[in-house]
């Protein structure tokens, strides 16, 4: 086999047309691919009815569609499912499927690790591995299709929302990201709208002030802090790009979008790191000039972890002082917790080339020896 040939897979549109037109052929050839590939679960070019063959042969040749591949699926109790699916360098990435009332969401994930390292984070503890190409991470999506039985079914679309909340930075992998969103919302491939694909970051402030040159898609801050001090703390590339910096960042691509939409502010409850009454008078007033929407989420812990998640009345209080201070606030129930599926216990198998996890455990052990039951901040 031709290593060279180009998977068409992760090609948003501009990219396919400028493949065929490389290839001395018509750009119509792009949304005929497409619908074959995203909308029928198609990847064999013999089976592209509408696609010459002369054309066929000479695609097999410098072409190939190629998803990654399902290593393992697990299935929860209240409908959820994770698959572990593994890409090209090795590694096994993490998504998650959880069917509600109406809609399905299916979370994705965009690099095999993350080198961020919140330390509230499960994927950030194991260190980074690799970026996804746009067609390891568009392919999350033609996996779940396929897994779900929905190709060629469109009224039955069981997956209506994507979030980029699964491994990863997605705008730390700006471009891949950028060209699996574009199908995602292309209505030859996917055709989700642009309010139900979001991205969620922790703030790469130079990406979110040139993301609104690309997509119009919805936005989510993993802001869990409301001062620098703390943010410091648990959001380490806080250090880099300050709150003020980055809310100022999130209202530009808010104000530039054609539309009325809100940012989602995401905000872990841990407890008695960021949980207090004192903490959440702090966001409300931070927040006030920022159109957003706050979504608080308990805790979730993995092994290795000394955090704690916040009492079920610590999340009431802090739900009602920005309740009353005018804010839409929902709670992230937790869902898939059996199946390590819940947000931040995404792990995978990733093969840590920053040497993080190591030095996790180490501390880790230090940590318990010296306290058998911390919640610090680290
Ligand atoms: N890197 C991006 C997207 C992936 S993380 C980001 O940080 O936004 C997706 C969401 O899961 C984020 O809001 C993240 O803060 C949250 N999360 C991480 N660890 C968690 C944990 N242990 N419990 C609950 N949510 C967690
Ligand atoms: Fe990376 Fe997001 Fe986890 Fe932070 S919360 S370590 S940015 S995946």
């Known amino acids: ?14 990219q396919l047309e400028a493949f065929f037109l490389n290839l001395g052929e018509k750009p119509f050839r792009a949304a005929q691919l497409q619908k074959w590939m995203h909308q029928q679960g198609v990847i064999e070019f013999d089976a592209m009815s509408n696609v010459s063959k002369a054309l066929r042969e000479r695609l097999k040749e410098v072409a190939e569609i190629r998803p990654p591949t399902i290593r393992e699926r697990f299935d929860a109790q209240d409908g959820c499912y994770k698959w572990i699916v593994e890409v090209q360098s090795g590694s096994g990435v ?7 009332a109406g809609r399905g969401t299916l979370c994705i994930s965009s ?3 993350c080198s961020l390292d919140c330390s509230f984070c499960a994927t950030g503890k194991q260190g980074f591995n690799s970026d ?7 392919g999350q999506l033609w996996l779940a299709n396929q897994e779900l039985g929905i190709f060629g079914k469109r009224s039955a679309a069981r997956i209506t929302n994507v979030v980029m909340m699964g491994m990863g930075e997605p705008l730390l992998n700006f471009d891949n990201v950028l060209s699996a969103i574009d199908l995602m ?3 030859n491939a996917y055709g989700l709208s642009k309010r139900r694909v979001t991205i969620s970051t922790s703030g790469v402030v130079p990406a979110i002030e040139r993301l609104h040159e690309y997509t119009d898609a919805s936005l989510a801050l993993s802001l869990h802090a409301p001062n620098d001090a703390l943010r410091d703390q ?9 709150i003020k910096m980055l809310l100022a960042s999130v209202k530009g691509y808010l104000d530039r979008l054609p539309d009325s939409r809100v940012a989602t502010i995401e905000y872990i409850l841990i407890s008695g790191v960021n ?3 004192q903490h959440a008078r702090e966001l409300a007033e931070l927040l006030r000039d920022v159109p957003c929407k706050i979504n608080l989420i308990p805790f979730n812990p993995f092994e290795g972890s000394a955090y704690r998640r916040s009492s079920n009345a610590a999340i009431s209080t802090f739900r009602k002082l920005l309740l009353d201070a005018g804010y839409t606030v929902t709670i992230r129930t937790t869902r898939g917790d059996e199946i390590g599926a819940a947000c931040g216990q ?3 198998q990733v093969d840590d080339r920053t040497r993080r996890s190591a030095r996790h455990l180490a501390a880790q052990a230090v940590r318990e020896a010296a306290a058998p039951q911390p919640v610090t901040i680290r």
Not at 2 to 11: A, H, K, M, Y
């Open 1 to 14: 086999m031709n290593d060279q040939r180009t998977n068409l897979l992760g090609l948003n549109k501009t």
């Open 94 to 100: 993490e998504m998650v499927y959880i069917p509600e």
């Open 111 to 113: 690099q095999a690790g």
């Open 132 to 138: 996804l190409s746009a067609a390891e991470i568009i």
């Open 185 to 187: 919302m292309d209505d």
């Open 234 to 242: 648990i959001v380490p590339i806080n250090r880099k790009y300050p």
């Open 275 to 277: 949980d207090h009454r």
């Open 346 to 348: 995404l792990v995978g």
